[in-house]
């Protein structure tokens, strides 16, 4: 499985978000591979979920993954509810 983190320029946030998804699918007992990257490559990218914020979803709702919000990407819990409610990681939508 494939992740993509996403944000403007595609250097700190969505590398701090890709660091918090890592430590959640982890505790969750889940592996996936996850880059970061900014929103135009994620355009154009290939992937099994994109993870976001919410002024960025415009830009890529026409990716055939699931994309989810997480507006804080610092909180583990909204990143874990994130992972959950995409339906791909125990639990559902």
Known sequence: MKILTVC???MGSSLILKMNVETVLRKLGQSASVEHM???SAASASAD?????TEFVPSLSHLS??????N????QQEIERALIGSGLFGGGA
């Open 8 to 10: 403007g320029l595609g």
């Open 49 to 53: 979920l994109v993870i976001t914020h």
């Open 65 to 70: 993954c699931p994309v989810v919000v997480v």
């Open 72 to 75: 804080n990407y610092i909180d």
């Open 38 to 40: 900014d929103v135009s």
